[in-house]
């Protein structure tokens, strides 16, 4: 089965910077589309980004020209860079993909991001 696996999370500074890895164990130019939820204490999951086989990726109005999506397809490996954090966007970060061929969703373990001074 396909497998992504997360990393990069932690404790940053409000204003400071972090960067999320999500790494498939297939290639991911087989998913239609994979993205980015986070999930904050007593709050519902919400997406943050979305990037797709072609075209612009999606962001929440939140993180809009906060955060930058992006791919490696030689690494199998799907980027979120976090700039200009804000303690509200401290959640757990869940890497997520869907697989057409199989018509499976996909998720992460999650990844904890703090942000606090």
């Known amino acids: 089965q396909v497998q992504l696996v997360e990393s990069g999370g932690g404790l940053a500074q409000p204003g400071g910077s972090l960067r999320l890895s999500c790494t498939s164990s297939e290639n991911i130019f087989r998913f239609a589309h994979m993205g980015w939820y986070r999930q904050a204490p007593g709050k519902q999951r919400e997406l943050v980004a979305r990037m797709f086989r072609v075209g612009s990726p999606n962001y929440a109005d939140s993180v809009k020209g906060r955060f930058t999506i992006s791919r490696d397809n030689s690494k199998n490996t799907m980027y979120l860079q976090m700039n200009s954090l804000k303690p509200e966007d401290t959640a757990v970060y869940y890497c997520?993909?869907?697989?057409?061929?199989?018509?499976?969703?996909?998720w992460g373990q999650g990844t904890l991001v703090t942000v606090s001074s």
């Open positions: 997520n993909a869907f697989d057409p061929s199989g018509d499976l969703e996909l």
